[in-house]
């Protein structure tokens, strides 16, 4: 793209501030800066001033029942004997979402390089890699593991889990691929630079994964492989299993497009998307999408009507994701503190929000599918996320979680 084009583009969308300083720089920046312009994806610009996409009054929202513990317990030996087929045929795969700025734990690296240990170091990527080794340890076969990261953190990410030789996991069956980014504006809309010759950007959000993976090319790799299966699981999560058999057994025996691990919710307030059924489609209704009904209706036997709460762990059919990755998603919008140069060229570093980032959601991406599996988990077995440095989900939550389970810290 040219300056002309990129004035035309910016012209149309009434975002030429981008184009302030190009006289500026020198010719490798202008380069830059124009590359960045004809990637430059402004369609989700009409947003602001809408308010995200909530569960509207025409939406027909119905409960999902779960495949209930017990359930899973009294079938437990018949969904691993069909796991255990499907990870020694190659038909399953994990993506790790680990493209997040993990700006409430405040840790100035990759989430997965932070140190839950007290005595010896024990890694957020280490609990992952060897809660998965445990599976394929099982099975006698090995599962390939994608590793989602961003522009922000790949090196980074790389270098330490190269440095750790996979905490024992083989490389030859780990890939990374980099997420895209969106651009930030102001609270008025207009997009910000971060330099004279760079604008402001974000990682688009966890939705976008099987896009940005099909981009790298890696569906091809899972097609050379014969993956049929692919999980897509948080990195924070440090009680998370990875493709357990009794999981991967039950959502290919149900042939759901999607299988999701759920809890009980603790309380009919508690600040998690519950996973129900929407215009026919599963769905997953964010706790601040709720209606007061959602929140507080309970069954015959008292149980909330609507208790299932997601923990970002979910098995999707490949031959679902390849039909859905055409389909449109909806952009979320968050206020966030957002550096940027302002129109003297200075750098600025707000202490209070002074724009928007914009997201895609994976919980988008199960409206997407036909039918799902909700798989109930124990909150106290699998679910320990480290999003806070202290109080809920917080480092100490997590290492108290860990130690409940017999892991030596
Ligand atoms: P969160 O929603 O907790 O976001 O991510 P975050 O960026 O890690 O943390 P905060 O909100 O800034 O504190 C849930 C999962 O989705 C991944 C994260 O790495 C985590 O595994 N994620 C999130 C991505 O891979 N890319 C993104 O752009 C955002």
Excluded at 300 to 305: A, F, I, R, T, V
Aim: with cysteine; hydrophobic share 40%.
């Amino acid at each position: 793209m040219n300056y002309k084009e990129a004035l035309k583009k910016l012209e149309a969308c009434g975002q030429t501030q981008l184009l302030r300083f190009y006289d500026t720089l020198s010719e490798e920046e202008k380069k830059e800066l124009l590359g960045e312009i004809e990637a430059l994806d402004t369609s989700f610009l009409s947003l602001i001033d809408r308010p995200d996409e909530a569960v509207s009054k025409d939406d027909v929202v119905e409960p999902l029942n779960a495949l209930t513990i017990p359930e899973i317990e009294a079938r437990r030996a018949e969904f691993e004997e069909i796991g255990l087929k499907a990870v020694r045929e190659g038909k399953t795969g994990a993506v790790l979402l680990a493209g997040g700025q993990g700006t409430r734990l405040g840790f100035d690296h990759p989430k997965g390089m932070y140190d839950v240990g007290l005595t010896k170091p024990r890694y957020i990527f280490q609990c992952l890699f060897e809660n998965l080794k445990a599976v394929t340890d099982r099975a006698g076969a090995y599962i390939p593991l994608y590793v989602m990261t961003s522009k922000i953190n790949h090196d980074e990410t790389v270098a330490f889990l190269k440095e750790h030789a996979f905490f024992g996991y083989p490389g030859a069956y780990v890939r990374f691929f980099v997420q895209d980014m969106a651009p930030c504006t102001d609270l008025a809309g207009r997009i910000l630079l971060s330099a004279p010759g760079h604008i402001a950007q974000s990682p688009n959000g966890n939705g976008g994964w099987y896009h940005s993976m099909k981009k790298a090319g890696l569906d091809e790799d899972l097609k050379a492989r014969g993956v049929e299966y692919l999980s897509a699981f948080a990195v924070d999560n440090v009680l998370q299993r990875i493709n357990d058999l009794a999981f991967l057994g039950a959502v290919i025996e149900s042939d759901a497009d999607v299988g999701a691990k759920v809890v009980s919710k603790v309380s009919p307030t508690e600040r998690v998307g519950v996973l129900c059924k929407k215009n026919g489609h599963p769905s997953i209704v964010e706790y601040y999408e709720m209606t007061d009904d959602m929140i507080r209706l309970r069954d015959e036997k008292g149980d909330l009507l609507y208790r299932y709460g997601v923990i970002l762990n979910y098995l999707f059919k490949v031959s679902k994701l390849d039909e859905a990755v055409s389909k449109r998603m909806p952009v979320h919008m968050a206020e966030k503190k957002i550096p940027y140069v302002d129109e003297q060229g200075r750098f600025v570093k707000p202490e209070t929000p002074n724009g928007y980032k914009f997201e895609l959601l994976i919980l988008d991406m199960i409206q997407l599918m036909d039918t799902s599996l909700p798989y109930e988990v124990d909150r106290e077995k699998e679910f320990a996320p480290v999003k806070n440095a202290t109080g809920t989900d917080s480092v100490e939550s997590a290492r108290a979680l860990l130690q409940k389970n017999g892991v030596v810290l």
